[in-house]
């Protein structure tokens, strides 16, 4: 996800002999015209005021709710490609926001990994900036992902909201760049209650994962020795936890209406 960082306007003193009350006064020219540029543009003078506060020297990285509240980009829902990250390991990661209520931040940031698991299986992580004022214990983010639905636990790591949720590797193997995955539950409710689905597209996941898989592969065969076909208790160790997916056609199994 891009990231906008604000900062005062600042002069260059070895490049001008300018000091003094002719130094201010240029100064304050430049911000006159800067505010009347955002003022052309539809966008808040909070957006110079917050740039203003900051040094020239330093910077600072505005939140989704800034952008928001300073007209800069007033969507409600964004989301990015998919994309192949080598560090900390090799996985690929889809970005988004969405807007999320009364709840503080209302534009809360997030992320879906998908990573190697152990033998047959995948690794989906979803993670969120944190909502301070998220009720403890949270019930479940509930995914549909190509026609499966499950559940993802609530937890913390590190103060940001984590869920992750094993997948046998032919689920991952059946999707491709029409797939959708839909988010019940993004929009945090202290009553548990159904709330309004978010739809994530698959744009940039087949070449991602065509990448990621040859990576998971050389990895199951160097350290592991599981061959593609090996179902085996060993090579399945971690799949066999795999949360439970409810086919779309059960309807209601996990408390949601079928579709």
């Known amino acids: 996800m891009v990231k906008l960082g604000v900062h005062a306007i600042g002069i260059d003193l070895q490049k001008t002999s300018t000091r003094g009350a002719p130094l201010a006064a240029a100064i304050t020219q430049a911000n006159s015209r800067i505010v009347e ?10 957006l110079f005021d917050a740039s203003d506060a900051v040094p020239h020297e330093s910077h600072r990285f505005l939140k989704r709710d800034e952008l928001v509240l300073f007209r800069v980009d007033t969507r409600s829902f964004g989301e990015t490609s998919w994309w192949l990250m080598r560090k900390p390991t090799v996985a690929i990661a889809k970005g988004f926001f969405a807007r999320t209520g009364k709840q503080e931040p209302a534009y809360p940031n997030a992320l879906l990994r998908l990573s190697c698991g152990a033998g047959k299986s995948m690794r989906l992580t979803f993670t969120r900036e944190p909502i301070p004022n998220l009720p403890s214990g949270a019930g479940p983010l509930r995914l549909d992902v190509n026609g499966l639905r499950m559940d993802q636990p609530f937890g913390r790591s590190a103060g ?19 797939s959708e995955i839909e988010i019940f539950g993004f929009d945090p409710d202290p009553n548990n209650e159904p709330q309004a689905r978010t739809i994530l597209h698959m744009d ?8 990621l898989r040859k990576t998971c592969d050389t990895v199951i065969g160097i350290k592991d020795g599981c061959e ?17 997916a409810t086919p779309l056609s059960a309807g209601g199994a996990l408390g949601w209406p079928a579709q």
């Open 204 to 211: 940039g996941f087949s070449a991602a994962y065509a990448k």
């Open 228 to 244: 593609p076909e090996d179902s085996s208790p060993r090579c399945m160790s971690e799949a066999s936890g795999i949360w439970s």
């Open 160 to 178: 940001i909201e984590t869920r992750t949720v094993p997948l046998l590797q032919n689920v991952v193997d059946s999707l491709d760049d029409r």
């Open 37 to 46: 540029y955002l003022h052309e543009m539809g966008i808040s003078k909070g």
